[in-house]
């Protein structure tokens, strides 16, 4: 059985693994030992906070494998973006023209570096397994960190945004990045995307265009990324879709993958969640898949199981479940059918 | 030949002679109506009725035949009724010591910073008068005038030369910039400039600096660079200290070259001097004189020799100029003295 739960100072060897099989443009998850362990130890004190609003909280979550106490994948939220360091996106707006005397008027879009996002609650991290592609876990490793957000949302913003790894080839050539940052920059895309996750992706974007550009004014292979997802990103994009984020004019500077925004009280999860009580019960009689969570903070688990489940009834797990999501009789338990 | 200030009974002359400029010469489109609105202009502002900011001083070169076979201008100051725009090539540096990285990328600012300044333009030599003296009388007839009457121009002349542009009349830099904010050709974009809707078509263009490093290579390479037809007309004006510094023309990037009226060879080195009759000496070094007359302007070349504060030319001269011995002129010779030593 597969369970989502916070990050421990344990699993570092087992992260350093995945976070080199990770996709180029998930700057979050770092191939260096030293940077991931602090990002560790920064979730654990994040957990370890006692806090009532969204500050600079990062929640790092794993997911692992119980029979072989495998690490399959891994995911974050931060409490807040921009809220240690500027977070930058470019804004993609028309920008109009208007000449009364020629009879002219048209629209231009050009993106505009800016910190619009800054102040939301930021999804990332998110990496599984190549084998667990395309099954339920990726719900379960993504989704579960909606649940914990509708658990505990005292912590989080009234809007939610995440960025999905935009355009690349099989060379890691980025048509986006070629055309816009590598002017800036001098630096090929994986290593631009690398140095981000190492250092701090600030003083990067520092170095990015102030002023507007003109997206005609780019090469067309460059124009065609905007918002374009690289194909290893699909999957996570269609799961928030699903939940109700959509995209918006904003796009990542780098790659120019698109972002996705929710207002927090809309997402699907969230919204429609139900919470009961765990029953332990002997056998189960299936009616249906769930995503279930144990709705508690540092002792967070949340699984994937086949429920019989009625709406307003204790929730009936068998003693398996129980010990996955460390809950006894009368616990509190949130779920949602996947 | 002389350069002397249009008269509307050049209009004939003058449409056969911008016909021939073809569809380039856009300041001076070879339509009747638009072309008859500017003599008479010209003709008001000779007369000086009209404000410096609306001045638009029209010349031809004339031969002795009376014949027209030339025409330059030069206006009193740009921008003062509607907004003068350029491109400023500036600079911006990307840079980070401690990833190495220090890029310099030229930028483009949207600029009105030639405001005031008085700018020559609209010069065409029938091309068989392309010879002798014929081309430095024309263009350089202007720059006396401005030394004979200072106070009704800028501290700075400008021109605008055409930018580099393919054997069909497509810019580079207009295709990779401002195409893309006007759905429509270089030649119409031009076109509609010539006809004087310059600023609304500016208005359209982007107001925001423009990373040069985002225009196609070939855009880049002309930035600044002349039309090769420019080439004369600049050798002369360069002569003179005019320089290319930062600006450009916003649609095809042509350079916009510039000098301080003071510091103008013809401007700094003219002097007043008494008209004598004479027989210059054949060694004698060619000058440009004007009468210093405003409305009767007449400017012409010819040998002429110092004497004192006397420049003797002979009886020929004095007729073109309209003048009589002790009437004075301002002259100032042709060639500068490098230039002389050249051509001895």
């Known amino acids: 059985m597969l369970v989502l739960r916070p990050v421990e ?5 087992q992260l350093q693994q995945l976070a080199r099989d990770s996709l180029v443009g998930v700057t979050s998850l770092p191939d260096d030992s030293e940077r991931l ?40 939220i931060l409490a807040t973006a921009g809220f240690s360091e500027p977070f930058y996106s470019l804004r993609n707006r028309h920008f109009t023209s208007t000449s009364r005397e020629l009879n002219i008027e048209h629209g231009v879009p050009a993106l505009s570096l800016c910190h619009d996002l800054s102040g939301h609650t930021l999804l990332r991290g998110f990496h599984i397994d190549a084998a667990l592609v395309r099954t339920p876990f990726s719900e379960l490793l993504s989704r579960a960190r909606l649940l914990f957000i509708a658990a505990h949302s005292a912590r989080f913003s009234e809007a939610v945004i995440t960025e999905i790894v935009g355009y690349s080839d099989d060379q890691g050539q980025s048509p986006f990045w070629d055309a816009l940052g590598k002017h800036f920059f001098d630096l090929p895309y994986v290593e631009a995307e690398r140095l981000c996750g190492l250092e701090s992706r600030t003083f990067l974007a520092e170095l990015m265009p102030q002023y507007p550009i003109y997206v005609p004014m780019l090469p067309k292979a460059a124009q065609e990324c905007i918002g374009r997802i690289h194909p290893d990103g699909q999957e996570a994009f269609d799961i928030l879709e699903r939940e109700g984020f959509e995209t918006n004019s904003y796009i990542d500077l780098f790659d120019g993958g698109p972002t996705l925004y929710a207002r927090t009280a809309n997402i699907r999860s969230i919204a429609h969640s139900h919470t009961g009580t765990a029953q332990p019960v002997e056998t189960i009689d299936a009616r249906g898949s769930y995503l279930v969570s144990n709705d508690s903070f540092k002792d967070y688990r949340a699984i994937i199981t086949e429920l019989d489940y009625t709406a307003g009834q204790p929730v009936g797990l068998s003693a398996d479940l129980c010990a996955a999501l460390n809950v006894t009789d009368g616990s509190p338990i949130r779920l949602i059918a996947l | 030949m002389i350069v002397r200030p249009v008269h509307i009974t050049d209009l004939p002359a003058l449409l056969t002679l911008v016909q021939q ?41 004339e031969d002795d035949e009376q014949r027209v076979v030339g025409v330059s201008a030069l206006t009193g100051a740009v921008g003062m009724r509607e907004p003068w725009y350029n491109y400023r090539v500036g600079l911006t540096v990307s840079s980070s010591p401690d990833l190495g990285i220090q890029k310099h990328i030229p930028t483009l600012f949207l600029n009105n910073e030639m405001t005031g300044q008085s700018e020559l333009c609209s010069l065409f030599l029938r091309p068989d008068q392309r010879y002798g003296n014929n081309g430095r009388l024309l263009s350089l007839g202007r720059l006396l005038f401005v030394a004979e009457f200072p106070q009704l121009f800028g501290d700075k002349l400008i021109a605008e030369l055409r930018g580099s542009a393919d054997e069909q009349g497509c810019s580079p830099f207009w295709d990779s910039l401002g195409r893309h904010f006007f759905k429509m050709d270089f030649s119409h974009a031009d076109h509609l400039s010539g006809l004087g809707n310059k600023s609304f078509i500016a208005e359209l263009m982007p107001r925001q600096p423009l990373y040069t490093c985002l225009l196609t290579e070939q855009a880049q390479a002309v930035i600044g660079k002349a039309h090769p037809n420019t080439q004369t007309a600049l050798k002369i004006l360069n002569a003179e200290g005019f320089a290319h510094k930062d600006y450009i023309d916003i649609f095809d990037g042509g350079p916009v070259i510039e000098a301080q009226v003071s510091k103008i060879r013809t401007v700094r080195d003219s002097q007043s001097l008494v ?42 001269t004095a007729k073109r100029l309209q003048l009589q011995p002790g009437n004075s002129v301002r002259a100032v010779t042709l060639l500068n003295q490098a230039q002389q030593a050249v051509a001895a």
């Open chain 2, 21 to 61: 400029a073809g569809p380039g010469f856009t300041t001076l489109p070879a339509n009747e109506d638009r072309l008859a609105h500017r003599v008479r202009w010209s003709q008001r502002t000779f007369a000086e009725q009209v404000e410096r900011a609306d001045a638009d001083y029209l010349f031809v070169l």
């Open chain 1, 9 to 13: 100072l344990t699993d570092l060897p």
């Open chain 1, 37 to 76: 362990r602090e990002k560790i130890l920064d979730s654990c004190a994040s957990f370890d906070k006692d806090v009532q609003g969204n500050g600079p909280e990062n929640y790092f979550f794993v997911l692992e494998d119980l029979a072989s106490q495998r690490l399959t994948g891994c995911s974050e």
């Open chain 2, 275 to 316: 008209l004598g009759i004479g027989t210059p000496d054949e060694q004698a070094p060619v000058w440009l004189i004007h009468n210093q007359r405003m409305e009767n302007c007449r400017i012409t070349t010819a040998k002429a020799r110092l004497v004192g504060n006397s420049l003797i030319v002979d009886r020929l």
